[in-house]
């Protein structure tokens, strides 16, 4: 899967979510509650990456591959609601990452 189709299955998934807000609470997320949803799926793989390492106890250890998965979508769908271009964000900052370290 290449970074156009992550982007685009990406926004797809979460207009679905946008319609299962809506039906539940009447609004859809703002970009602040999508943001605070990625920070604790982040987290989440900080500690699942403990567990994987033996280093946190953990009984969902076998959810780390998803919960890196969910948190690359997070950052397509963020992206996408601040109004920036998902693959020149991720191509511009490993191209900066290389030029620095040439």
């Not at 156009?4 to 807000?21: G, P, V």
């Not at 769908?77 to 109004?83: D, N, Q, W």
Request: charged letters at 30%.
């Amino acid at each position: 899967m290449n970074i156009k189709e992550i982007k685009e299955q990406s926004a797809d998934i979460r207009n679905r979510y946008h319609k299962i807000e809506k039906e539940i609470h009447g609004s859809e997320w703002s970009v602040e509650e999508d943001a605070l949803a990625f920070l604790t799926d982040a987290a989440l793989v900080g500690r699942l990456v403990m567990d994987n390492q033996g280093r946190w106890p953990s009984e969902n250890g076998d959810e780390l591959p998803s919960k890196i998965g969910e948190c690359v979508w997070w950052l397509a769908v963020l992206a996408e609601k601040t109004g920036l271009d998902f693959e020149k964000c991720v191509s511009g900052f490993l191209n900066e990452r290389l030029d620095a370290l040439n």
